[in-house]
């Protein structure tokens, strides 16, 4: 159903090494013929040939990554490069010309704009075997392949975030899809729990993948229909894409696709991560998933008390941040974690009614497994599945979609309001964050939270859930998403992890 490269993967379903390169073995046996063109080295020149560009004459040379110009007279003019990444179409619009259109990265890693470029050929003939080259290179294939028909399902909440996000799409990221033979088929979201509707009841063996145009509620959403659906085990690794109309939008960060103009970027290409869940289990409820967080405590709060603020985009959460660290809540709460070192990763499998994914580490066998605990009086506690929280946020460094951990921090009852307003001040500076001794920071497969007092509030993905003991355990690999080029990595390197983080147990930690 996809067309792009899948990044490599253990049995489990997680990434081998989120910090290394894949193999040319694992990437042609996980990505059939897409994967043989990210295979191919990048010295191999795929063709070579005269053009005239600009107001002058080069030899064009392409590679897996760069369309090269040689000046024919060296003396003239410089060597020209552009990046086949940042290309997404070739163009035959007349005999003898080939345009090339790109959105190119700028110094702040954004795309701000299209451009083209336009070569003249000396034939026809020469014109077309360019474009045989460049046509399925930019949809991320091997020069020579035919693209195959593509199919997106892409649904817009158009009253998410400021608002714009129809308009965007219609401006910035659909004449992309149309001039890469990209199809849609577009739905706007009428109504909350819409997007669950539609995940619940698609036929999606007629599309390639699906998109979000919205922030992370919307992808909750999406995400959880698919997982009630009778065929959810299949149907989960469909993949999922997000085009960044929200005013936290904490997953399109963390998937390199920052901006409309890389999301669409990300989706002609069709590079596949694999994705982990959070199972969300609290008694009475049926099982929810949570594909970028579940919080408690100062950021659930500024996350849920600034819906009010939404026009504002992002900046919401600095009027509510302000806010609420000037009246900073201590609650006294349980927290049990089991950490990763001491609880081997399980490859996900459905439950003995087959209708959601068996868990491993709560439930049934939690007593089998080697807890610790930590009950007192705290200010946060955070499991991610992500580095980001939103485009400004980034509490869990060391986090990786696919690692098949739980980034539990936790901010301790010691933090007052003045360490507090100077956390959120620098959220999005994670090397401060980390720092700060009143932060604790360890990997973990699964964690309960048990509030005691006060009002607390539990947030999902942005969504608020009801007070009570929540369980959270990870599901690794369990999905699909598309990313950019450029596999998503941990903002810091996981092996620096031990040195630079304040890790549990505190004072109050025990084993259970």
């Not at 894949?22 to 990048?42: C, D, K, L, M, N």
């Not at 998937?255 to 669409?264: C, F, H, I, Q, R």
């Not at 932060?439 to 539990?458: D, L």
Request: charged share 20%; net charge neutral; glycine share 8%.
């Amino acid at each position: 159903a996809w067309w792009g490269p899948l990044r490599p993967e253990k049995s489990a379903g997680v990434m081998s090494d989120p910090g290394a390169a894949p193999s040319a073995a694992e990437a042609a046996s996980s990505g059939g013929s897409a994967a043989a063109a990210a295979a191919v080295p990048s010295d191999v020149v795929f063709i070579t040939t005269k053009v005239k560009f600009l107001s002058g004459r080069y030899i064009l040379k392409v590679t897996r990554d760069d369309l090269i110009l040689l000046p024919e007279q060296r003396r003239t003019s410089e060597a020209l490069f552009y990046n086949v990444a940042d290309c997404y179409a070739a163009v035959l619009p007349r005999p003898g010309m080939v345009e090339v259109y790109l959105v190119p990265l700028t110094n702040e890693r954004k795309r701000t704009k299209n451009a083209k470029l336009i070569f003249l050929l000396d034939s026809e003939s020469e014109a077309t075997a360019l474009h045989t080259v460049l046509a399925p290179l930019f949809a991320n294939l091997p020069p020579g392949s035919v693209v195959p028909q593509r199919k997106l399902l892409v649904i817009i909440n158009p009253f998410s975030g400021t608002k714009k996000g129809a308009q965007m799409f219609q401006r910035r990221v659909l004449p992309i899809f149309k001039l890469a033979g990209l199809e849609t088929e577009v739905i706007q979201t009428t109504h909350a729990g819409h997007a669950k509707e539609i995940a619940q009841s698609a036929n999606l063996a007629a599309y390639s993948g699906l998109a979000v145009v919205s922030g992370d509620g919307l992808l909750h959403e999406l995400v959880n229909g698919i997982m009630t659906r009778p065929d959810w085990a299949t149907a989960i690794r469909t993949p999922i894409g997000i085009i960044p109309g929200g005013s936290g939008n904490g997953m399109a960060e963390a998937l390199g696709v920052p901006d409309y103009y890389s999301a669409a970027l990300c989706l002609v290409k069709g590079c596949v991560q694999p994705m982990d869940l959070l199972a969300v289990q609290q008694e009475g409820k049926p099982l929810a998933f949570a594909h970028l967080e579940v919080i408690w405590g100062l950021v659930a709060d500024i996350d849920l008390e600034s819906d009010s603020y939404r026009w504002a985009g992002s900046s919401r959460f600095d009027f509510a941040g302000l806010a609420r660290a000037l009246n900073l809540r201590k609650q006294r709460t349980k927290i049990r974690f089991l950490e990763s070192a001491d609880a081997p990763l399980h490859k996900v499998v459905p439950n003995d009614s087959g209708d959601a994914p068996k868990l491993h580490y709560v439930g049934e066998t939690e007593g089998s497994h080697k807890w610790k605990m930590v009950e007192d009086r705290l200010v946060q506690v955070i499991g991610c599945n992500v580095p980001y929280q939103s485009d400004s946020c980034c509490l869990a460094p060391f986090s990786h979609i696919a690692d098949g951990n739980i980034d539990l921090v936790f901010f301790d009852g010691r933090m007052t309001s003045v360490k507090a307003a100077g956390l959120l001040l620098n959220v999005a500076k994670p090397d401060k964050v980390i720092a700060s001794p009143h932060v604790q920071y360890t990997k973990v497969r699964a964690f309960i939270i048990e509030p005691h007092e006060g009002r607390n509030i539990i947030d999902v993905d942005g969504e608020r859930t009801v007070s009570a003991c929540t369980k959270v355990e990870i599901l690794p690999g369990i999905g699909r998403v598309f990313c950019a080029v450029n596999a998503p990595m941990p903002v810091f390197p996981v092996h620096a992890m031990a040195e630079r983080v304040n890790k549990p147990p505190l004072a109050s930690v025990s084993e259970v």
